[in-house]
């Protein structure tokens, strides 16, 4: 680890960073360091933080990669890792980006956000694709290998055995498609923002990984932060400060994606079938297939009508525009916070700001002095 420590910029940690990176890396521990590197800014104290991974695949924190020398981190073990490193997620900028026309197969993005060691957001996204035809196809090449693997075969002929294993398998994945692309899609993302390999021997995961990352201390002595605090925590926040007080701005930019093979894998690679997820059980959560392959719906609010508007402009600016300046009125978005005019925006930047104004809360109106 001691080479990637300095091509993100070992020398400009803090004294005391560099002394604990010098006992960890001789006790060889796993240094997951974000990719940027600065001066610590103010109001900001660095923190290590240390998730111990359990290396016995029975617990589902880790899963066996083809090969039987290394493996790879679950999503249990990953989201340990995304919530130790205090990684955010943007519901509003989640979701499915497939046109949703063919129902064997789904394509989830998930976008969050971590600040690195010079205290600037950095958006981190990950996508997921599942596409049912692809999967039956490397089911009917894996099985045959996985039935040579069987140490106890059950009593039914081969032909038979496939049979039915290909149909219960493609019917798992049918039913927990969409919360699989969900969860490879935030799998994804967690590994990008901590360049987390594909898989680790039991030797190294019998080590702590260690996340330095910075938390916000402000002076609570002073009593403009004392105030600003106390508007916070009641909800008072845009009463006392206005809109303006609201975080806005462009999207800081994305970290690049990781490649496809640090996944988990679809395909059951063991002896013994996988149930449902890659190495632990998927819940029913979020919209799933049903019985007959049709979408049940779930419990999410309706789309913002300006937000459906928007995606039916299908790229035309005007309209993209239209929608976006009924949002800006709606939400009481200062202009003088644009950097530019809105009809300079590019197409990307029209849509990340759109994801922006979604996560603004409408302005309330004026209460009246009568009835």
Known sequence: MGAEMADVGYAELPVKWREN????????YNLLVPREVGAIPAYHTPQMAIVQINPDEKVG?????????????????????????????????????????????????????????????????????????????????????????MKDKPKKAFEEWFKTTLAEDSLQMKKHMHARAESG???????SAYGIRSGYTLEELSRP???????????????EVKRFMLAEAT???????GSHAIPTGQMPPALPPVKDEDDEPDVPAAAEPVKDAETEPLSDA?????????????????PDPDEVKFQEAQGDAAKEMEALERLIARKGYYRNRMKCPLNKFSKEERKGFLGHLLAMPDVKAPELPWK
């Open 21 to 28: 990176f010098q006992q960890y890396q001789k006790e060889k």
């Open 286 to 302: 979020g919209q799933v297939q049903g019985a007959e392959g049709k979408a049940k719906e779930s419990d999410q609010p309706p």
């Open 209 to 223: 990984f260690i996340l330095p990352k910075l938390v916000f201390s402000p002076d609570y002595s002073d009593p």
């Open 235 to 241: 909800g008072t926040l845009k009463e006392l400060y």
């Open 61 to 149: 924190e880790v899963y066996p990669l083809p090969g039987g020398q290394k493996y790879g981190l679950s999503k249990v073990a990953l989201d340990r890792i995304a919530q130790a490193g205090d990684i955010t997620w943007m519901p509003e900028l989640c979701g499915r980006v497939d046109d949703g026309s063919n129902s064997r197969r789904v394509v989830y993005r998930k976008v969050g956000k971590v600040k690195n060691l010079s205290g600037q957001w950095r958006v981190l996204m990950g996508e997921k694709e599942i596409d049912l035809d692809v999967y039956e196809a490397e089911l009917r090449t894996s099985l045959p290998r996985r039935w040579e693997r």
């Open 185 to 191: 899609a935030a799998n994804r993302a967690i590994r």
